[in-house]
């Protein structure tokens, strides 16, 4: 018996369903309270992500109860990595807006949701490399999947030290753009991010070409799990969409961003313009 399979496998895998749940319980209020917050940009992406969290993490959790497959824990763990990033935002929006709730550490846990959206992306990445079966085209995918680890988890961590500023909703909201608390100002770090994030895209790249080769070489049915997996991808609204949007340039990341002075609003042209306010953590 597997690492993959058994009932403690069952339970970790219930459990990260239950907890995807009662964190979506928990972003979704928040995210009624700061939807006037919101740009017309981020609001109903932003509310779409924690519906489409859920969807991830029961269908995860379907795949491993029938066919103990690691596509189903990739998906559950995307799942709650989407109601992650939507929560951290929302949190850390709901204290720093003017008259907000008292929430403890909301720049620092902002701060995490472009980290976090990063993880879930390079998650997604590795997703279509062993997409439908589980594992990979051939052993000699390995080299690629090690040197995407390794770059991908790289990129988490600059992504939480390096970017000046923090823009919220992550990815790339506008609503609120506040100075990263974490940031360490390294241009040696930051060329490492931007280098990390290149290799990423090549091996997301190189992950795409492995599902053509499969769909080229499958039989009906397996063709038919590649255009979901196509679709699901392309869900409009879900961060994952939305993130594989973004340039992975320097500007696309805030490198050469100044620091913002303080926490700023985005002004729509359809409300007032929003009040000024520094971060109350």
Same mark, same amino acid.
């Given at each position: 018996?597997?690492?993959?399979?058994?009932?403690?496998?069952?339970?970790?895998?219930?459990?990260?369903?239950?907890?995807?749940?009662?964190?979506?319980?928990?972003?979704?209020?928040?995210?009624?309270?700061?939807?006037?917050?919101?740009?017309?940009?981020?609001?109903?992406?932003?509310?779409?992500?924690?519906?489409?969290?859920?969807?991830?993490?029961?269908?995860?959790?379907?795949?491993?109860?029938?066919?103990?497959?690691?596509?189903?824990?990739?998906?559950?763990?995307?799942?709650?990595?989407? !109601?992650?990033?939507?929560?951290?935002?929302?949190?850390?929006?709901?204290?720093?807006?003017?008259?907000?709730?008292?929430?403890?550490?909301?720049?620092?846990?902002?701060?995490?949701?472009?980290?976090?959206?990063?993880?879930?992306?390079?998650?997604?990445?590795?997703?279509?490399?062993?997409?439908?079966?589980?594992?990979?085209?051939?052993?000699?995918?390995?080299?690629?999947?090690? /040197?995407?680890?390794?770059?991908?988890?790289?990129?988490?961590?600059?992504?939480?030290?390096?970017?000046?500023?923090?823009?919220?909703?992550?990815?790339?909201? !506008?609503?609120?753009?506040?100075?990263?608390?974490?940031?360490?100002?390294?241009?040696?770090?930051?060329?490492?991010?931007?280098?990390?994030?290149?290799?990423?895209?090549?091996?997301?790249?190189?992950?795409?070409?492995?599902?053509?080769?499969?769909?080229?070489?499958?039989?009906?049915?397996?063709?038919?799990?590649?255009?979901?997996?196509?679709?699901? /991808?392309?869900?409009?609204?879900?961060?994952?969409?939305?993130?594989?949007?973004?340039?992975?340039?320097?500007?696309?990341?805030?490198?050469?961003?100044?620091?913002?002075?303080?926490?700023?609003?985005?002004?729509?042209?359809?409300?007032?313009?929003?009040?000024?306010?520094?971060?109350?953590?």
């Amino acid at each position: 018996m597997g690492p993959w399979r058994g009932p403690r496998s069952d339970g970790f895998a219930n459990g990260i369903f239950w907890a995807t749940v009662a964190l979506a319980v928990v972003a979704l209020p928040l995210t009624i309270y700061v939807w006037a917050d919101l740009a017309a940009v981020d609001a109903y992406p932003t509310l779409f992500s924690i519906f489409s969290g859920v969807l991830y993490a029961a269908l995860g959790a379907l795949i491993l109860r029938r066919a103990r497959n690691r596509v189903g824990w990739i998906l559950e763990l995307s799942g709650l990595a989407a !109601i992650l990033v939507t929560l951290v935002s929302v949190y850390a929006m709901a204290a720093m807006r003017p008259g907000g709730l008292r929430l403890p550490g909301a720049s620092s846990v902002g701060a995490l949701a472009e980290p976090v959206f990063s993880a879930m992306l390079i998650s997604l990445a590795f997703l279509v490399l062993i997409f439908p079966t589980g594992t990979l085209p051939s052993p000699r995918w390995q080299p690629i999947v090690w /040197i995407g680890a390794m770059a991908g988890a790289a990129t988490v961590v600059l992504m939480t030290i390096v970017p000046a500023n923090q823009p919220l909703p992550a990815p790339g909201g !506008i609503s609120l753009v506040y100075p990263n608390p974490f940031r360490v100002d390294s241009a040696l770090l930051s060329g490492a991010l931007v280098v990390a994030i290149w290799i990423v895209a090549f091996v997301a790249v190189a992950a795409f070409a492995s599902l053509v080769l499969r769909y080229r070489s499958g039989g009906r049915e397996e063709r038919q799990q590649l255009k979901w997996l196509a679709l699901m /991808i392309a869900q409009p609204g879900h961060p994952a969409s939305r993130g594989l949007s973004r340039s992975v340039s320097a500007d696309a990341i805030g490198l050469h961003s100044p620091p913002a002075s303080s926490s700023a609003w985005h002004r729509s042209s359809s409300s007032e313009s929003r009040p000024r306010s520094r971060s109350r953590s």
